[in-house]
Structures are given as structure tokens and as C-alpha cells.
């Protein structure tokens, strides 16, 4: 992975000067205000810059042939980066709308910015898992509460979902899977205001797991909530902390991790639905849902997310490491505090674990909207992951 390249300091202007390179270290001009709402053709209208990533390597270059529209089955808009004319970044969510099947923008400011867009090699999250996941992954599988696509199936049918996360070269990824492979969840296709999770946002679990023997807490006569646990903590110290010290990229594996609430409440049967009465401060690291695993298959050894058959290198693990928590509490039964988990025997969610008991844990967090990815998906072939400042 190359250096990601320095663009806020050398942006054009919303007047492109003909001739004078991206590289170029000139001046931008204060004098262009535009007017509310101004409609932009991109194709032949160059105020705003468009940068797209090199196929064969991870070099990015200008656009400046606006007739070359990047291909959509090669290139995907991944997002955009704008500032105004002292240089400060601004949120270009909040002054751009784009129909980038028609070529055009809207921008709504009345202050001068400068602002560039960001076409990637490979295919938007979303299209690239419609056309690779066949009928694991459908519009039938989008559960109502969550919008959220999800696979869904048997062992021996959800084979098409791996991804690599930590690293973009298939080779490392394949040559250690531990370190680097995970599993898609699904991926929203509506936002959560209240958790704070926008659409298109990948769900990711480690293939394998991060510990084989986590408490959830090491009290298990006291309400303890998900904030407070032992369980939380780990996750996102030591296991984070894995991510954002690898060298030399662990600050940009960092940037595409998702901060955001996570739902926790107590319910005593596994509905379809998460509770949404209570939720947590943001954080960037959890595991899946009881419904998450619900919801992947059958309560059973052929669910593809059971750890035991979800990956070759699991068959190592004996004895509680096969059986694997899930952030959702099942609350006090009894005199003991509770959480659901995967019971390793029959591969169905199981109530009866006191909060201190020991299993493995298998991370999960949602990636930041505008990921393109590349592959096929399979375990020989994984996705990989590319978006704007992977350069």
C-alpha cells in the first residue's frame, strides 16, 4: 500500500485552470461564489476535480478527459474530500448531492470550496455482493429492523462472503488467515440514526477467533451492562489496539472502522428483532448479535457463521472454545446475571452461561460507507477492500 496522497493542500478550485496540473502548487482563486444551489455537469463542467485509482496498481491520477467517465464495472465513487478557501475540511455530505448515473452534481453553499471525488478500482460494496452472492445474499434476507442485506444459508452455501481486512494484498491475507480473514455479515441498506450507522456499511466477523477464553465479566452477581464490561474492554483495547498499532497501515485499517452505539438490552427469547429501547456509547469494536446469528441460518451445526464449520483452522479449537459469545445479555435468571452464546454441541443459541464463563470471541465492527471491493468472495479468492485514501 502506497502513501496515501496529500490532496487539501493542492485542490482545485471551483474555476479549474486549464493546463495547470493537480500537482501544480498554485494559488486558488477566492473570487468564485456560487450562487444557493448551482447544477454541475461533471462530464464537461471541471470545477470539481476527479480522481481515479489505476486498475493495475494503486496509483491515482486526474480525470482530465471527462468523456472517460470511469467504468462503474471497473470504478466506484467511494467519496470526496472538499475544504473551503482557508483550507478547513468540510463535510461534503452537507453541500454536494450527486446523480452520478447522469453526470451531475448539485452544490448548495454560497462560499467558495474546492473539492475533489474519488473513483476507486473495484465495484461499490453493495453491487459487488448483489452480483458475487448469488442467492445467499438477496433483497429476501434484509431484515426489517436493522435494514440490513444479510447472507444467509448452510456451511456448504454461504462460500462467498470472505473478505480481507488489515491488509489489500491477497497473498498475505491468504497466508494468514488468522491475522487477516473475516466474514461479511451483510451490509445496511438503511441508516440508523440511532446508532449512529450509515447505509452501506459492511458488517464484518473475524473468521477466526481473537480470544478462545474471554469472560463477558468477571462478576456475574451484578447488573453489568455492555459498557461496563470485561468484554467491551477487550475488545477495544487489546484486540483494537492490534489494528491500529500494525505497521506500517494500522492508522488507515483505523480510519474505515465504523464508531457508533451498539444495542443492549436485555430480552429473554431470540426474536427477529433487536431491542431498541437501549444502546451504548459509541465505540468501534463488538461481536455479533444473537439475532445476527439467527438470522444467518438455521439454529443449527449447518448455520455458516457457527464457529466450528465456519473455517478450516477452527478444528483446533476443543472443548469451550468452540462455544462463542454474543454481545446480547439475557439478563438475570435466577441469582446469575447471563449472556446469550453459540453453544458448540449443537450450534444453537443457548441462555443457561453466567456472565464469567470462558469462550471464544470472534470480533465484529461495521466498515465506513464508500468501500469498493475487488475478488469473488470465496475463501481462494476473498474480497479486498479499497476506498479513497488507500493510495
Avoid at 455530505?93 to 447522469?102: H, V, Y
Avoid at 431484515?143 to 497473498?171: H, Q
Amino acid at each position: 500500500m502506497k502513501k496515501k496522497i496529500m490532496l487539501l493542500s493542492i485542490v482545485l478550485i471551483l474555476t479549474i485552470i486549464e493546463g495547470i496540473s493537480l500537482y501544480g502548487l498554485f494559488k486558488p482563486s477566492k473570487e468564485t461564489i456560487l450562487e444557493n444551489v448551482k447544477t454541475i455537469d461533471l462530464k464537461k463542467d471541471k470545477t470539481i476535480a476527479i480522481m481515479v485509482q489505476d486498475t493495475e496498481g494503486d496509483e491515482w491520477h486526474e480525470a482530465d478527459n471527462r468523456e472517460s467517465w470511469p467504468d462503474p464495472s471497473t470504478h466506484g465513487f467511494v467519496g470526496a474530500e472538499c475544504t473551503d478557501s482557508d483550507g478547513a475540511e468540510i463535510d461534503y455530505t452537507d453541500i454536494l448531492q450527486f446523480d452520478l448515473s447522469n453526470y451531475t452534481a448539485e452544490i448548495n453553499t454560497k462560499s467558495s470550496i474546492y473539492c475533489t471525488l474519488y473513483f476507486a478500482k473495484g465495484e461499490p460494496a453493495l453491487n459487488k455482493l448483489q452480483n458475487t452472492g448469488g442467492t445467499t445474499f438477496a433483497s429476501g434476507n434484509k431484515t426489517a429492523v436493522d435494514g440490513m442485506y444479510r447472507y444467509k444459508g448452510t456451511a456448504s452455501a454461504v462460500t462467498n462472503n470472505y473478505i480481507c481486512f488489515g491488509t489489500t494484498d491477497k497473498e498475505e491475507c491468504l497466508a494468514t488467515p488468522k491475522t487477516y480473514m473475516y466474514r461479511i455479515i451483510g451490509i445496511t441498506s438503511t441508516k440508523d440514526d440511532t446508532l449512529g450507522i450509515p447505509s452501506n456499511s459492511l458488517k464484518i466477523i473475524k473468521a477466526t477467533p481473537s480470544s478462545e477464553s474471554q469472560v463477558w465479566h468477571d462478576i456475574y452477581t451484578s447488573d453489568v451492562k455492555w459498557d461496563s464490561s470485561a468484554m467491551k474492554a477487550y475488545l477495544n483495547t487489546t484486540f483494537y489496539n492490534s489494528i491500529t498499532s500494525a505497521q506500517p497501515n494500522g492508522a488507515y485499517w483505523d480510519s474505515i472502522i465504523l464508531s457508533h452505539s451498539w444495542y443492549n438490552a436485555d430480552y429473554r427469547s431470540v426474536p427477529a428483532t433487536e431491542p431498541t429501547t437501549s444502546h451504548t456509547t459509541a465505540s468501534k469494536i463488538g461481536l455479533m448479535y444473537a439475532t445476527d446469528y439467527k438470522n444467518s441460518g438455521d439454529q443449527n451445526i449447518n448455520n455458516w457463521l457457527f464457529i466450528k464449520n465456519g473455517w478450516s483452522t477452527n478444528s483446533s479449537l476443543s472443548g469451550n472454545a468452540l462455544n462463542e459469545w454474543t454481545l446480547s445479555r439475557f439478563g438475570l435468571f435466577g441469582i446469575y446475571y447471563r449472556a446469550w452464546y453459540v453453544n458448540s454441541d449443537y450450534g444453537n443459541l443457548n441462555d443457561a452461561s453466567t456472565l464469567d464463563n470462558t469462550y471464544a470471541v470472534r470480533p465484529v465492527f461495521y466498515l465506513q460507507s464508500g468501500v469498493n471491493l475487488t475478488g469473488q468472495g470465496t475463501a481462494s479468492d476473498p474480497f479486498i477492500i479499497t476506498t479513497k485514501n488507500n493510495a
